[in-house]
């Protein structure tokens, strides 16, 4: 359609030509006859016809031409808030989720506006609107919009070597989208409809269509999908009545199926599951009761079961948990009472507290948390007073920004449904 308007746009401009042209002769010859018309009837046509298709195109691909960024100071216009409209108008403005890109840290508030922690200021500042989700591995960053329109920027790393090489810039390659996950070789989307698609490497089969081929566009892979996530060898899927499925390779039994076979076939590994988490070679999958199980390899203590050996089966390590992370080889879960536990790969503190290199079981580092990020250079904090703190590599943590936010005791919960006071290690 594109195509088509900036041809229709160029032969626009050649009978506005041809049209002028004719005129002028027309004007020195004293002709009385009026110049003709023709060429400036079709010019107008043409030109018009081309900002009609024009106009449809960017509707269909949801670009604006003119997105201006509603960029505030967020302390500062909570504040003024605060006091001029009082804490129910001013809650909306807090952050209520945080997420880490690379080395970028971000928030996203009620409003769904993003922030970005400035690189050489200890300031977040406004960088898009519209947004529910940040995410990505090293080369691939992908963007939620609120619109459901899922935004690529990078590049998926296999195809660097591949005959097609697959790089976006703002790219929509999808809508109608309310959940995704990637590795740096694969993605994972669901939409509104529960549907899952995928594209990416699949080496392994982790794409779950049953075959080992690469996908350089996003195909079909099943309905009713509550959750899934994929990482570079494998993959596991949930569906809405809460049963598990894996797919891709399982030299360290990391699907939970009790074998250590590989498979580019979904296989059904359990029931009553709410979400999952993989990483290279292991598998986190949290319960709708809050039962945190594990599996596959633990040469860095990612499977928090005190260092146990890999097992051919998922083995339960907490219980009483709202959400699970993985970032490389270190792993954090967060318990419905606001206690923040860590375990595996803690090089250089990335693990946010001062211990070995490797920690084997699940190690509490923070309480009163209502979200928190994971990233290769350490934790970061959301607090339920919406404060936002990040790790240091001498295991403290400071604060990046702080409201003194006046939040209702009964808004500073997720979730009250569970009533854990702890979880219990097994």
Request: glycine content about 6%.
């Amino acid at each position: 359609m594109l195509k088509v308007s900036i041809i229709l746009f160029v032969t626009a401009l050649f009978f506005l030509v041809i049209y002028a042209v004719s005129s002028s002769k027309s004007k020195q010859r004293k002709n009385k006859k009026k110049a003709p018309r023709l060429t400036g009837v079709i010019a107008a046509l043409c030109l018009t016809c081309s900002v009609i298709l024009c106009v449809i195109y960017l509707k269909e691909k949801n670009i604006k031409i003119f997105n201006r960024l509603n960029s505030y100071d967020l302390p500062e216009k909570y504040t003024s808030t605060l006091a001029s409209d009082g804490a129910d108008k001013a809650y909306s403005l807090l952050p209520i989720n945080v997420f880490i890109q690379n080395n970028d840290i971000y928030f996203i508030n009620s409003e769904n506006d993003c922030f970005l922690k400035s690189q050489t200021e200890n300031i977040f500042k406004t960088i898009l609107n519209d947004t529910s989700y940040i995410g990505g591995e090293k080369t691939l960053k992908t963007t939620l919009k609120t619109d459901g329109d899922l935004v690529l920027d990078g590049f998926f790393l296999f195809s660097k070597y591949d005959e097609e090489y697959l790089e976006y810039s703002n790219k929509v390659i999808a809508d109608n989208v309310r959940s995704c996950s990637c590795s740096d070789n694969s993605l994972f989307y669901i939409t509104n409809d529960n549907k899952l698609y995928a594209m990416g490497f699949n080496e392994y089969g982790q794409l779950c269509d049953t075959t080992v081929k690469n996908k350089t566009s996003p195909v079909f892979i099943m309905d009713d999908v509550q959750a899934a996530d994929i990482s570079d060898t494998h993959a596991m899927i949930v569906d809405k009545f809460g049963t598990l499925y894996a797919s891709g390779d399982n030299s360290y039994s990391q699907l939970g199926n009790k074998t250590a076979i590989s498979t580019t076939e979904l296989t059904k590994v359990m029931q009553g599951v709410k979400d999952v988490k993989v990483g290279n070679y292991f598998s986190l999958v949290l319960t709708v009761n809050g039962e945190l199980y594990t599996a596959g390899i633990n040469d860095k203590g990612q499977l928090g079961n005190n260092g146990e050996e890999f097992k051919a089966q998922l083995v339960q390590i907490l219980s009483g948990v709202e959400k699970i992370a993985i970032n490389g080889n270190t792993c954090a879960a967060l318990t419905y009472s606001g206690e923040l536990y860590v375990w595996g790969d803690n090089t250089a503190c990335k693990a946010g507290v001062v211990q070995d290199d490797i920690i084997y079981s699940p190690l509490k580092i923070q309480e009163n948390v209502y979200d928190f990020a994971l990233g290769s250079f350490g934790v970061v904090v959301l607090n339920k007073d919406r404060n936002i703190l990040l790790s240091a590599q001498d295991g403290s943590f400071s604060a990046v920004i702080d409201f003194a936010a006046q939040i209702p005791e009964e808004l500073k919960d997720k979730n009250d449904f569970y009533a854990f006071e702890s979880p219990d290690k097994v």
